[in-house]
């Protein structure tokens, strides 16, 4: 079968039109994904130098076609496809627990691509599992407070972490670069490919495939919904000079149709977003100077500092892109044969619980915990060759049932951030006038976080 979809940086977007945009420098490819029975030489083909996997690692001996190379017997090991996000975590994992890992990327280096993101208590519990959390921790200020404000400077609610149950919580902005090279330093280079885009793909493959980016969005996965939004995101520097956001405070900031928000990622940085309504057809800016005025136009004027930090920004550094979420059925199994699929690539969601990223990191450990399990260890025996004695049918048992746990995790929190956009996006002046008396007289905290308490556990 094959399968055509544009790869907007780590969101999954297929080629058909669609109602929401966010910025981004967009990455257009045209991805094949085929079935083949399972042989004893089954592959991935990949337009990599064949030389970049030595023969331990399954290199092939049979001449590729031109342009191309085989990746040869995938017995050997679990192949990850993308090291985004949830590519380089399940990669970590995987490692943790003694499976060997090869992680195939299509770009040339690690992706630079997004500004920050927010990390809460349960991504960080998989941090510590993976083991790379205390350099983030070191680098980067514990948030503890919150503040629901107005455009027009009224702070409607102020409260503290400490006001939430299940306490204690762990709340940092760091940036997705920054993330991402921790976790790319805990793996050994020579399990990266990078500039290693994916052609082809056996759901049937000996082995296993975690495809955690856009390169696969097979037929059986679910179709997404979209949001008709469109958000900006940047990193205000010179925060330290201007003083305008406490170091240990998360802001938001509503408007009419549109809000935006900020929180400090160091001493003199600050992730700042904006989003607003917009009809579906609307044309996308030509420059990142047009994508700069587009944001200032609809916060022009805002207070707490908002107005100040897009205009601080070089327009080379606001990212936008399309929000798309996906509400996958509690208990559904996503996947096929050998293959699954994580982060973005199963469960793309609004930002407005801040939870993307951190659901991405627990589908790290869990999958690689679920994986483990299927491998019966024997005394004196490699862990290679233990992992070339586990079925596909074993396998795929293992991955189905890490599908339908993550699946019953993710749907109320991808539901739950729906909600909660549409609700803080709309257009209506008297409406939002309600919206804002609620949550300044009657608004408690104490389940703020709830979401944010899940533990995947340990590796």
């Known amino acids: 079968m094959e399968l055509n979809h544009l790869n907007f940086g780590t969101q999954l977007l297929p080629a058909e039109p669609q109602r929401c ?18 042989v004893a030489q089954s592959s991935v083909r990949s337009s990599a130098v064949a030389e970049r996997l030595s023969p331990k690692q399954g290199t092939s001996n049979t001449a590729p076609a031109a342009g191309t190379a085989e990746f040869g017997n995938t017995n050997d090991t679990i192949l990850v496809v993308g090291a985004g996000i949830a590519g380089l975590a399940a990669a970590v994992a995987l490692q943790k627990v003694g499976l060997p890992v090869t992680v195939m990327e299509s770009s040339a280096d690690v992706r630079k691509e997004g500004s920050a993101i927010a990390l809460w208590t349960n991504a960080f519990r998989a941090l510590d599992a993976l083991g790379v959390a ?26 503290s972490l400490t006001e939430c149950q299940g306490g204690p919580h762990e709340f940092r902005g760091i940036r997705r670069s920054e993330l991402l090279d921790g976790l790319r330093k805990a793996l050994p280079s ?29 037929a059986w996965a679910c179709q997404r919904q979209t949001m008709p939004a469109i958000p900006h995101t940047g990193v205000w520097p010179n925060l330290q000079r ?48 047009e994508a700069k005025r587009e944001a200032l136009s609809q916060v022009e004027g805002w207070a707490k500092g908002v107005d100040a930090a897009i205009r601080d920004t070089p327009a080379e550094s606001i ?108 257009p209506f002046p008297p409406v939002t006038a309600v919206r804002n008396f609620v949550v300044s007289n009657m608004y408690n905290p104490a389940g703020f976080l709830d979401h944010a308490l899940y533990d995947c556990g340990s590796l």
């Open 21 to 38: 945009l966010r910025h981004c420098a967009p990455v257009l490819k045209k991805q094949k994904i085929s079935s083949a029975p399972r």
């Open 134 to 159: 205390q350099p983030l921790r070191d680098a980067h200020p514990l948030l503890t407070r919150v503040e629901l404000c107005t455009q027009t400077g009224r702070t409607l609610k102020a409260f």
């Open 190 to 218: 020579e399990i990266l490919h990078f500039g290693s885009p994916i052609s082809d793909v056996s759901p049937d493959v000996n082995g296993a495939l975690m495809a955690s980016e856009a390169v696969l969005l097979p």
């Open 242 to 289: 201007r003083g305008t956001v406490p170091q240990d405070t998360c802001r938001m900031v509503w408007g009419n149709g549109v809000r935006a928000g900020m929180y400090p990622l160091s001493e003199d940085e600050a992730y700042w977003f904006t989003c607003f309504n917009a009809s579906a057809n609307a044309p996308g800016p030509s420059s990142p100077e």
């Open 319 to 426: 990212s936008r892109s399309r929000i798309v979420d996906r509400w996958l059925a509690p208990g559904l199994a996503y996947g096929k044969g050998a293959v699954t699929l994580l982060g973005d690539a199963a469960h793309p969601m609004t930002p407005n619980l801040g939870q993307g990223g951190c659901t991405a990191l627990e589908d790290a450990v869990e999958v690689a915990r679920a994986l483990a399990a299927t491998r019966k260890q024997q005394e004196g025996v490699p862990q290679t060759a233990a992992w070339r004695s586990v079925t596909t049918p074993a396998i795929a048992e293992a991955l189905r049932g890490f599908e339908k746990q993550r699946s019953k995790r993710v749907f109320p929190l991808a539901a739950r951030s729906w909600g909660m956009g549409a609700a803080l996006q709309l």
